[in-house]
């Protein structure tokens, strides 16, 4: 291995380029992040004859515009990395689109090959190209392959290869851009050379060319490199506008766009592309559209697919969530048997056993979740999904894109937040994205379920159906319309335009769903397991310290030894054997009895207890006391962990989620509950503060801590303005 | 031969593009896309809301909505 190249693939999003890669490195990948931006980035190694080369997978960009994250990303790249070799992938069914971005690497003048993907499309489609002219006519080398079957790689490499080696100088392409702007070019390209304007990083001509299509990220590069020559050029370059709109009624930039097409075009016509089928006809997957995406059959096939997706991801991995809860309760069991009791067994099994397992506990359900999202992108109906949706979510500010997210998190009653805050990864709109995520937890997940399923159950058990289908729907009108709001204020700005490709579809391949599920997963274990483990202790150590103090434990052991002590002999005796008498029962009845009001003790002296009880003043305007404040205090780790703290807030010891009869009957029974207070509480648990999981997620995903914060103290002021306004004006009524 | 926005246009309607009346940003994403002056374009297809529309040029399928279809002015067969 004596000799390592960097080599950048890069491409039209659909080309193929991930397909390529996967098949270059298969598992020898990993996926890191471009600093600052969501952009994943993937790295991979790759050898050939003697030579070990890095691979990099460039986002898919349709041009070097910087129009989104995924373009600036890439530009960059290439001007700070400077790889020895570009492997330019473009679509042969496709051609005259995919070229234009090959235009634009030639304009850069980085070292490159193309290559030539899908021949068996386009030849399939009646398109005929002859690779050896094209390359010949481009001046580049041109490797036919097909990325699915591998065919052709092998070649490909190995002329990449050589280009690495010997084209180490960037040599920019010149072509027209017609009389006008050619000979303005020549004159700044000489102003720019002399006072060597950014020319350690970029060619003079590329840096004029970025000036005439007003390029700002290359703008105010130039601004902080020399404002002098900086000003200069965009003087000129205003000239030259003024003028053109004048008399053409044109500009610059559409100039030079027009001008790569026409330069694209001439070499196409020297008999480069043929077609030998009429190019009108109706593809097979033009055929699949016209029923997919037909007025009234469209909306109904995608709500059967977002509803079977939803089916699957939910209902088979209940199993293997099952087989990770049992492994977790075993563990905990074990570390409960072999350890003593005391504050180190409590935290391994409270703190860390309980924490690491609700993290891990979610892996088998983000994992059907990202093979059915990897399934339906790959194919290419998520594309069809956001084009059907978009009127209706474009309304509240939203993307077409989003539907998926809102479903996965809980749009149709019982998904998850975290794989749905993960999903709007799909979405290319930066400001529509950060609605969905901030939005997406406030559907109803499968963890608030129970608890609000307890809550009717206790209050509302007349319309059971009714009232969870109004939440369902309740939940969807208020993230909609808090989505608008933001768009209005803190993410205030135009829609993204929506030009959006639609694909043909293709039967995905095996290995590429495996490599994406499996990707996704594991940077959900490594980012959500850290994060978790921490807050899971801490919240620990909030609910049992500072535990009691010692005259009240003397108190409950003065009381303990007292029913011990008004049992005769006998049933003490039955009750150290285990032999079950009536005696033993009622004795051991009257134990755990105290035992629980020990807890709900000890949990109301700590320190999470003394938050809820000082929390009062103020919760009181909801209609929340103490006891209904530790509870929420707890779902802000997990909103299933609502129940069991409410269990021993009310004495009841530890309430199972999946049994909550006894809790339900002590709710109604209690003076201090009543309808307008439970519905309070249903629209506090709601709305507040995502689970700790979801904000890992949403920090994550949004690239900033700050935005773990706002979904945090934003959801949580906002659930509590409802919940005062419900409870203030349900006291009033009823 | 008469001239129209993207939006007025039928489906399965054939035309080629006389003008992209916006600049900036969005004007070079549309261009790049292959929506220039001279283009051949036929309409696909419209979202169950009449909104985005799917055009067809360049041998692939490009949606865009009705706002911006706006800016993209064609001539048409009568």
């Not at chain 1, 004495?651 to 002590?666: C, I, K, M, N, Q």
Request: glycine content about 8%.
């Amino acid at each position: 291995m004596a000799v390592k190249f960097n080599m950048a693939l890069a491409g039209n999003p659909n080309a193929g380029k991930t397909t390529l890669f996967n098949a270059l490195t298969g598992s020898r990948q990993h996926v890191g992040n471009y600093p600052g931006v969501t952009v994943d980035k993937k790295e991979g190694v790759y050898t050939v004859d003697d030579f070990s080369v890095n691979l990099i997978d460039l986002p898919g960009i349709y041009s070097l515009s910087p129009y989104s994250e995924e373009e600036v990303v890439a530009r960059d790249y290439l001007v700070e990395n400077r790889p020895d070799v570009v492997v330019n992938i473009v679509d042969a069914a496709n051609l005259e689109r995919n070229l234009y971005l090959s235009c634009q690497f030639m304009e850069m003048g980085v070292p490159m090959v193309i290559a030539l993907n899908m021949m068996d499309v386009a030849a399939k489609r009646g398109i005929d190209v002859h690779h050896k002219k094209l390359a010949k006519l481009l001046g580049v080398p041109v490797c036919p392959i097909v990325a699915r079957s591998g065919k052709g790689i092998k070649e490909l490499m190995q002329v990449a290869v050589r280009v690495a080696e010997h084209h180490k100088v960037w040599q920019p392409l010149n072509i027209s851009y017609g009389e006008e702007l050619d000979s303005l070019i020549i004159d700044l390209k000489a102003k720019v050379e002399a006072a060597a304007f950014m020319t350690c990083d970029y060619p003079a001509s590329w840096t004029v060319l970025k000036y005439l299509e007003e390029d700002d990220l290359h703008i105010s590069r130039g601004d902080d490199d020399n404002p002098l020559i900086s000003k200069e050029l965009q003087k000129e370059v205003a000239i030259i506008s003024e003028h053109m709109e004048q008399t053409i009624s044109s500009a610059p930039d559409a100039m030079v766009a027009d001008h790569r097409y026409g330069f694209i075009k001439s070499i196409l016509r020297q008999n480069v592309m043929h077609y030998t089928i009429d190019q009108n006809r109706m593809h097979t997957s033009d055929k699949i559209d016209m029923v997919v995406t037909n007025r009234f059959a469209g909306p109904i096939i995608m709500l059967l697919i977002l509803f079977g997706v939803y089916k699957f991801t939910f209902t088979y991995s209940a199993i293997p969530v099952e087989w990770c809860e049992l492994f977790f309760s075993w563990l905990g069991g074990t570390v409960d048997s072999l350890l003593a009791d005391g504050y180190m067994k409590s935290m391994l099994i409270s703190g860390v056993i309980d924490g690491i397992g609700g993290v891990l506990g979610f892996v088998p359900l983000i994992m059907f979740m990202f093979f059915c999202i990897a399934l339906l992108e790959d194919s290419g109906y998520l594309a069809r999904v956001a084009y059907m949706m978009d009127r209706i979510f474009r309304t509240f500010g939203l993307h077409g894109s989003s539907v998926m997210a809102f479903i996965i998190s809980g749009g149709i009653a019982g998904g998850c937040a975290v794989p749905g805050v993960m999903a709007t990864r799909t979405l290319r709109s930066p400001r529509e994205r950060m609605a969905t995520l901030l939005t997406v937890p406030f559907m109803n997940c499968g963890a608030k379920l129970p608890v609000l399923a307890l809550l009717i159950g206790a209050f509302f058990s007349e319309n059971k159906a009714q009232y969870m289908f109004f939440l369902t729907l309740l939940a969807w009108v208020v993230a909609l319309l808090v989505a608008k709001v933001l768009r209005m204020t803190l993410l205030r700005g135009e829609a993204t335009p929506f030009v959006l490709e639609l694909p043909p579809y293709r039967v995905p391949t095996f290995s590429g769903l495996m490599i994406h599920t499996w990707e996704k997963t594991w940077q959900y274990i490594k980012k959500a397991g850290t994060v978790i483990l921490g807050i899971s202790i801490i919240l620990w150590a909030m609910m049992t310290f500072p535990g009691l103090s010692s005259e009240q434990e003397a108190v409950f052991t003065a009381r303990q030894e007292a029913i011990l002590g008004q049992q005769s002999p006998e049933g003490v005796a039955g009750l150290e054997s285990g032999e079950v008498t009536a005696e033993g029962r009622a004795l051991n009845q009257a134990l755990l009895q105290l035992a629980n009001v020990r807890s709900e003790a000890a949990l109301r002296h700590s320190i999470a207890g003394q938050i809820g009880t000082s929390l009062e003043s103020l919760s009181q305007y909801a209609g929340f006391d103490w006891r209904t404040n530790i509870a929420l205090v707890g779902g802000f780790a997990a909103k299933e962990v609502i129940i069991s703290t409410l269990g021993t807030a009310y004495s009841l010891g530890e309430v199972d989620p999946e049994a909550t009869g006894s809790l339900a009957e002590t709710l109604k029974r209690d003076s201090g509950w009543n309808k307008v207070k439970a519905f309070s509480v249903i629209v506090f648990i709601m709305f507040y503060a995502p689970c700790f999981v979801t904000v890992a997620c949403i920090i994550k995903e949004a690239g900033h801590w700050k935005w773990g914060w706002f979904a945090m103290a934003f959801n949580t002021a906002f659930a509590f303005s409802l919940s005062t306004f419900v409870y203030q004006i349900g006291t009033r009524l009823f | 031969m008469a001239k129209i926005l993207v939006r007025n246009m039928q489906k399965h309607q054939q035309g080629v593009v006389t003008a992209v009346k916006v600049g900036g940003i969005l004007g070079q994403r549309i261009r790049e896309m292959g929506l220039m002056p001279g283009s051949k374009i036929s309409v696909q297809g419209r979202a169950p809301l009449y909104d985005p529309v799917a055009i067809r040029i360049m041998g692939g399928t490009l949606t865009l909505r009705n706002a911006e279809a706006d800016y993209i002015e064609v001539e048409v067969q009568d």
